[in-house]
């Protein structure tokens, strides 16, 4: 069987052959039998916009690899910290390597406090902290010169540093404030999910961070690096794509995230659970979804139409969870709505399966999280899958800056109308 593709022009008769690599053609082809001619894609269905040696996803049979380690051995045997340098990288440190990157990342944890006193002082004391996080990612690159050195190796390397070392202490500033309570400097003693959860938790001087509690976070914080090509990083892609500094990009990314379709995903899942109320609604839930009255959040995924393996490994680091803080009371609700859409004509049919969000909210909930702070949670591990599709996209010789052709589809060209005569 060829590896090729033969496109006809019906109109003209004019035939092109391009090759198949990996499932994919370039769309050259069409420029070849027409340079006017565009192929419509909404939403990028079936457009490839890049290469990438980053993260491999195979929606229809539940895997997912960064830089060629499968998901599960990640989350079981490494640290975020090791995940970050891998993807950044693109291979697992030495001991010397991941040495002196924990160095880096634990010593740049600090911020300027003009953006404490000044920048997170003039939120209004309700602010959403996803809101905080994502001006606050944007205000940082404005502390540091080099921030728009993109073409400087070392400089990048440093921004890198700097984001992924202060995605925490900007996400922490932003609950403290959110609360009322006084921000907690980073200790750089602790790991990086234990200084995290300090900076959020820390009254007095002795707070302890559970151990248990200290090893979930940073497997959330593995299973939430990087996702290939999903909204966020598409964003991050777009807008570093005219060359804009890595933290502006990066507060780019940030806020698509935000939204209920994406990273708010579990946000939304928690409040779809308390709005459920018992096990006893879940039917009726059910039918509602079913009805076209709302979506069951926390299911379904544009690329997997199987199991989502996030979700597998969450669901058992959510009952680690548990047995240090005990059940979080939605489980139930949780287990008994995936047990009867997994048995579902609506949901079977449509390939519709828990995805990430379906159980992280739940932990998080469990670790004390406020809702409000489950996108920002996302956020911070992310960081460091952008920043690694940043990097790629710019030593990508291929790529140019993002400008997506369209359909139009509005009036032709037409007078002007004076005001009075309309
Ligand atoms: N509940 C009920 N029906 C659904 C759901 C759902 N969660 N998701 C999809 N459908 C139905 C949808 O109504 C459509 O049905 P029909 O063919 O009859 O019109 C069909 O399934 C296909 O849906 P779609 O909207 O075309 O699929 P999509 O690939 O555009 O959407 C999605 C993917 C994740 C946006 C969607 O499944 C969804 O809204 N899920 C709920 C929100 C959610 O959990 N998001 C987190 C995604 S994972 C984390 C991340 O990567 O950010």
Known sequence: MADTITITDDRTGKTVTVPIEGGVFP??????????????????MSTAACKSEITYLDG???????RGYP???????STYLEVAYLLIHGDLPTAEQLAAWTHEITTHTFIHENMRKRFVDGFHYDAHPMGMFV??????GTFYDGAK???????????????????????????RFSVGLPFNYPDNALTYPANFLSMMWKIGPDYEVDPRLERAMDVLFILHADHEQNCGTTAMRVVGSSQTDPYTSAAAAASALYGPLHGGANEAVVRMLAEIGSKDNVPAFIDSVKNGEGRLMGFGHRVYKNYDPRATIIKKAAYDVFDVVGKNPLLDIALALEEVALEDPYFVDRQLYPNVDFYSGLIYQALGFPVDMFTVLFAIPRTSGWLAHWQELLSDPEQKISRPRQWYA?????????IDAR
Do not use: C, H, W
């Open 27 to 44: 769309s050259s082809a069409l420029r070849e039998l027409d340079p006017s001619l565009f192929m419509y894609d909404p939403a990028y």
């Open 60 to 66: 229809a049979n539940g895997v997912l690899r960064y």
């Open 71 to 77: 998901i599960e051995q990640l989350a079981e045997k």
């Open 135 to 140: 001006s606050s990612v944007a205000a940082l």
């Open 149 to 175: 050195d993109i073409d400087d190796a070392d400089s990048r390397q440093r921004q890198i540093v700097r984001l992924i070392a202060k995605s925490p202490t900007l996400a922490a500033m932003a609950y």
């Open 410 to 418: 509005g009036p032709d060209e037409r007078d002007y109308v004076a």
